[in-house]
Each structure stands twice: as C-alpha cells, then as structure tokens.
Nanobody, 129 residues
Framework: QVQLVESGGGLVQAGESLRLSCAASGRTRSNYGTGWFRQAPGQEREFVAGISWSGSTIYYADSVKGRFTISRDNAKNTVYLQMNALKPEDTAVYYC??????????????????????WGQGTQVTVSS
C-alpha cells in the first residue's frame, strides 16, 4: 500500500503562484509514476501533469503547459507541482495519484485515471479574479 498526502493549496489571486506537494509513504519503490489531477465543481476529474520515477518522462495537459512544472525528490518521497500565472479556471481540488509503470510510461497511460492505484485526499486551490 502507498499513502499519498497533498498539501500547499490555498486561495490566491489571478497571476500568483502556488506550489503543491504530494508526500508518499508506505511501500514506495522505483517505477512508481505520479500524476496530478484536478476536479472543478460539476466537472470531471482531469489530468494536469505526470512524472516518471526517474523524472526523465514528464507530460502536461495543454491547458497548463508553460505555467505548471512537475518535479520530484525521491529522497523525500515527494512530488511537487509548481503553479505559476494562475487563472480562475485553475480553481479545483487537486489530487495526486501513483501507479506502477512497467517500462516507459506513455502520455496516454499517464493521463488516464484508471492507470492509478493510489490517490490522495486532495487539496483545494482557489484562484480569484
């Protein structure tokens, strides 16, 4: 079992930044990729960004490219999501998720909710205009 805990959410104004953290505990091991997803009220959960265990494979949703950066520190079992130039449409609950990938993760696999076995409880991000 892997436990994931997100932190770093909050209320900011448009144009400001936040950094989310996803701390993992339990049976963490190599080859676990991590994804960030978000869900706005009344909307389906959507992929935001994903990163492989090594950090060599990274994918972003088109809506956040150039503004968000995903990274990881395996020594701390933590994955980060740096969010810059936030927009009101970024308002959502942000979730991190982990999955065991065998071989290189494809963008399709990393962006798919069913890929992931473990989910955090989410952290609220609210961006005011």
């Amino acid at each position: 079992q892997v436990q994931l805990v997100e932190s770093g959410g909050g209320l900011v104004q448009a144009g400001e930044s936040l950094r989310l953290s996803c701390a993992a505990s339990g049976r963490t091991r190599s080859n676990y990729g991590t994804g960030w997803f978000r869900q706005a009220p009344g909307q389906e959960r959507e992929f935001v960004a994903g990163i492989s265990w090594s950090g060599s494979t990274i994918y972003y949703a088109d809506s956040v490219k150039g503004r968000f950066t995903i990274s990881r520190d395996n020594a701390k079992n933590t994955v980060y999501l740096q969010m810059n130039a936030l927009k009101p449409e970024d308002t959502a609950v942000y979730y991190c998720a982990a999955a065991l990938f065998r071989g290189q993760a494809t963008a399709q696999a990393m962006g798919a909710i069913p890929t992931y076995n473990y989910w955090g409880q989410g952290t609220q991000v609210t961006v005011s205009s």
